[in-house]
């Protein structure tokens, strides 16, 4: 309910009255009670609500202090806590949608990177919280380690993949064998026993890729905290790997990467073209 809530309120307004006709409602800040209260949180009534004005100021404009508390942790927790995080550090600053609620976010990613220390999604989210803060150094340690942990995913990956690939090619070989044999040889000898089979290989090859786009979205937010410090070469060493290696948007990476390197040959010149 609180998912449904959420992504009926970001449909456009005459969309969104068509919907109301029929009889939906499309309630943000109801979606984000439900979320925040199914993933395992609950914002104290007396001081604030989940979405409302910028957290750390009341109605007025004065401060304030938000209490948020755990009240649970159910089967849906892990999958709502994603879209509250999804939500606050990349959507509402992304699609300019709403102050991101900065206390609950910092809650629910502590418990996140508490239970699952090295999950890849999570790691992405604490660098945009980051980010989003103007941490950015401590942002880029948290790209840089996601992606360094997403390379030893897809490693693990291909190293799966060349061991099922082997095993696939001795059991072809076996089956050959077994094909080759008379009657009689095979009244005679005992056949040789057929390894046990492991998953299918398109599969990981399949995880492997997912793991890999994650890695580029690790380069790219990466390269722009660099870029916003001014280390326009290690910016554009990120830019240039993602240009050669990732078909999101190659115009977007060679842009990024002119403008990293017209920077820093302002930068040798003085802060101008001569």
């Known amino acids: 309910m609180g998912v449904f809530n959420l992504v009926l309120s970001m449909m456009p307004a005459k969309l969104l009255r068509f919907i109301e006709l029929v009889g939906f409602t499309a309630d943000r800040k109801l979606g984000l009670e439900l979320l925040a209260i199914a993933a395992g949180w609950r914002a104290d009534p007396e001081t604030s609500k989940l979405l409302g004005p910028p957290p750390g100021t009341s109605s007025n404009g004065k401060q304030k202090t938000e209490t948020i508390h755990p009240c649970g942790h159910g089967l849906r ?19 300019f949608l709403g102050y991101p609620n900065f206390p609950l976010v910092q809650v629910v990613l502590q418990r996140s ?15 945009r919280f980051l980010m989003t803060r103007t941490r950015m150094r401590e942002a880029i340690e948290r790209f840089g380690d996601l992606v360094q942990k997403g390379q030893g995913a897809v490693d693990s990956m291909h190293l799966r993949n060349t061991s099922r690939s082997a095993s696939v090619e001795t059991e072809s070989g076996l089956i050959s064998e077994l094909a080759a044999m008379t009657v009689e040889e095979a009244e005679e000898d005992t056949p040789p026993a057929l390894p046990a089979r492991p998953g ?10 997912e793991w890999r786009q994650l890695q580029y979205l690790g380069h790219w937010e990466r390269s722009l905290c660099l870029m916003s410090l001014g280390r326009w ?32 040959y302002l930068t040798l010149c003085g802060g101008s073209a001569p």
């Open 233 to 264: 070469l290690d910016a554009a060493e990120g830019f240039n790997l993602l240009r050669n290696e990732n078909n999101w948007n190659k115009a977007v990476y060679t842009y990024s990467l002119a403008c990293c390197m017209w920077e820093h």
């Open 113 to 127: 990177l508490q239970q699952h220390p090295n999950g890849l999604i999570y790691i992405y989210f604490e660098g």
């Open 200 to 209: 299918v290989t398109s599969e990981s090859t399949s995880s492997a890729s």
């Open 77 to 95: 927790s892990e999958f709502c806590s994603i879209v509250l995080q999804g939500y606050h550090v990349f959507l509402c600053n992304d699609l």
